[in-house]
């Protein structure tokens, strides 16, 4: 498994890409090439041409969760590339009309027409994508401390309500040393995520996280998650995107956390 960030909050130093608040991975994994979630821009698109990297041989698409800094990208790569032979997995949740006090948080392309773009799987269950790489599907809540709150209201049925982003979903790689586990938001709580990975694919060992853990306060809630982190004795964590800088820095006094920024590389 290699996986190339296309998006992210920060930017390293003299590596010249660009970032936005935002989440864009690339990933390839035996015959598999995916895409995993596309940002908020066409930024993604830009910076992957300057690593090389062709999204024309893109296999797959997988979304986290349909806010639009994950998905907005799908609007500028319909009109770059040819979509009919990828395969989008992702939770049915994903499309459909959001708001927030900003204002239109949601994808911005329907389902139907994403249809027409290229080929679906969506599902609330497991989907295994090639050899050794999975869509967790819906997350079941099994912490208390990760109680899910509403991000704004969305429409379903006709109806708006509180939008508590069920959909939100990760997908976890088979590796000699254990898992690994790529999050975009984990709204669904970044510790129910890797349970679920555990109970999917029958294996406690975790070898890495990477993604968005959205944590933003040190808080209760946040030592609840660095001892459950602690426990895993995973040798890899990369939390990016939706952690502020207060909340790594006290992860990073206990955790093996690593710097995040576009351009980073990660090889298994």
């Known amino acids: 498994m290699k996986l190339r960030v296309l998006i992210d909050n920060n930017t390293y130093i003299d590596q010249y890409y660009l970032g936005e608040p935002a989440l864009s991975f690339y990933i390839e994994s035996g015959n598999s090439r995916i895409l995993f979630d596309t940002g908020y821009s066409d930024a993604f698109l830009y910076n992957a041409d300057k690593m090389g990297i062709d999204l024309g041989s893109l296999t797959h698409i997988v979304l986290s969760h349909g806010h639009n800094d994950h998905t907005g990208g799908l609007a500028y790569l319909k009109e770059r590339f040819d979509l009919k032979r990828v395969e ?3 939770h049915p949740g994903c499309f459909g009309e959001r708001e927030a006090a900003e204002g239109n948080i949601g994808a911005p392309l329907t389902e139907d027409e994403m249809r027409s773009l290229c080929r679906m799987k969506l599902g609330r269950e497991p989907v295994w994508i090639g050899d050794g790489c999975v869509f967790l599907g819906e997350i079941p809540d099994r912490l208390e401390f990760e109680a899910r709150k509403p991000i704004g209201r969305r429409e379903a049925g006709g109806v708006w309500e509180d939008d508590y982003v069920m959909e939100d ?5 088979t590796t000699s040393k254990g898992l690994f586990v790529v999050t ?3 709204h669904s709580g970044i510790c129910n995520i890797v349970e679920q990975a555990k109970a999917v694919c029958n294996e ?4 890495g996280i990477i993604g968005g853990f959205h944590l933003f306060r040190v808080d209760e809630r946040l030592e609840d998650t ?4 602690g426990r895993l004795n995973a040798d890899m964590l990369y939390p990016c995107h939706c952690v502020s800088f207060d909340v790594k820095a006290k992860m990073k006094e206990t955790l093996p ?11 298994l």
């Not at 660095?226 to 982190?229: E, S």
């Not at 956390?257 to 090889?267: D, F, M, P, R």
Request: hydrophobic fraction near 50%.
């Open 184 to 186: 975009g938001c984990s």
């Open 88 to 90: 989008l997995v992702a």
């Open 169 to 173: 979903s990760a997908i976890a790689f």
């Open 257 to 267: 956390v690593s710097e995040v920024g576009t351009g980073l590389e990660i090889e």
């Open 204 to 207: 406690t060992r975790i070898a």
């Open 226 to 229: 660095i001892r459950y982190l």
